[in-house]
């Protein structure tokens, strides 16, 4: 049951993020871009994804425990330091680069297959460097 | 309405597919976490039926509108991949993207999560604007 849901939710997530148009960086780009012909989209597709998210957390408010699972998994640091801000600021100048989130990148390889590979291999690098890196700092 | 249309049905899936994913498997949907799991952890199976989904998903809706997606040309593999690594490496350090940071975090009122946000928007504005 867990693997249906998985695999629907990825394909609703998808197509969230392909009816948003943030799939096309020509989109994402134009709304990076407040001083030039700037297109304020995703600030709808934030707020509105963001406004049924908050209805989420309301109702997990009333339930002891997801549905199909134990127990609730959601993230519960509070500490803000350097590694936030700085892994922020390298992600915000990857993102303006190119117009590409992790998610969109990774429906490029479909949908605009020339970039999407050397994007997502240099994700796939990029992730496994910090991979390695907290590997051996555990040592 | 069509430019409202589209942002607003996207973004009302994104968020009904991020509240379902929590009530059920009591998971936050974090692309960039997914993708690390994948690549380098021992439990597979889900995230990768997750990133299948997402690329299935992401790729139909071209498919069933024939809505013509306006990428622009080709850019360089070189622009490509610093991208890349940029956004490989930074999420995972800073714990989060567009997806873990930018609409489950701020939904669930997460200080780190409005702080990340507020900081990877204004650093790919600053970066666009040196673009141009």
């Known amino acids: 049951m867990s693997a249906i849901v998985t695999i629907l939710a990825g394909i609703l997530f998808g197509l ?30 934030m707020a509105s994804a963001i406004a049924v998210g908050m209805l989420g957390y309301i109702i997990k408010k009333k339930q002891l425990k997801p549905l199909l699972s134990h127990s609730w998994q959601v993230p519960v640091m509070r500490q803000i330091d350097a ?57 | 309405m069509d430019t409202i249309f589209n942002p607003l049905v996207g973004g009302l899936l994104i968020g009904l597919t991020a509240t379902i994913y929590l009530l059920t498997l009591g998971k936050v949907i974090g692309i960039s976490g997914i993708l690390s799991q994948l690549l380098f952890s021992k439990e597979r199976f889900l995230p990768f039926l997750f990133i299948a989904g997402l690329i299935i998903g992401g790729a139909a809706y071209g498919t069933l509108t024939e809505q013509t997606v306006d990428f622009p040309e080709i850019r360089s593999p070189w622009l490509l991949i610093a991208s890349g690594l940029l956004v490989g490496y930074g999420t995972r350090l800073g714990g989060g993207c567009t997806s873990g940071h930018g609409v489950c975090g701020i939904s669930r009122l997460s200080p780190r999560s409005i702080v990340a946000t507020a900081t990877f928007m204004l650093a790919a504005i600053l970066t666009v604007m040196v673009l141009n």
């Not at chain 1, 134009?30 to 304020?40: A, K, M, Q, T």
């Open chain 1, 16 to 45: 969230g993020l392909a009816f948003a148009e943030m799939t096309n960086p020509a989109v994402v780009l134009g709304f990076l871009d407040i001083l030039g012909n700037w297109n304020p989209s995703l600030i709808i597709v």
């Open chain 1, 83 to 139: 590694k936030l801000i700085i892994g922020a600021i390298l992600f915000g100048i990857g993102w303006g680069l190119s117009g590409y989130c992790p998610g969109p990148g990774l429906t490029a390889l479909v949908n605009n297959p020339a970039e999407g590979f050397y994007f997502v291999i240099a994700l796939i690098i990029g992730s496994g460097l910090h991979h390695l890196q907290s590997l051996s700092s555990q040592k």
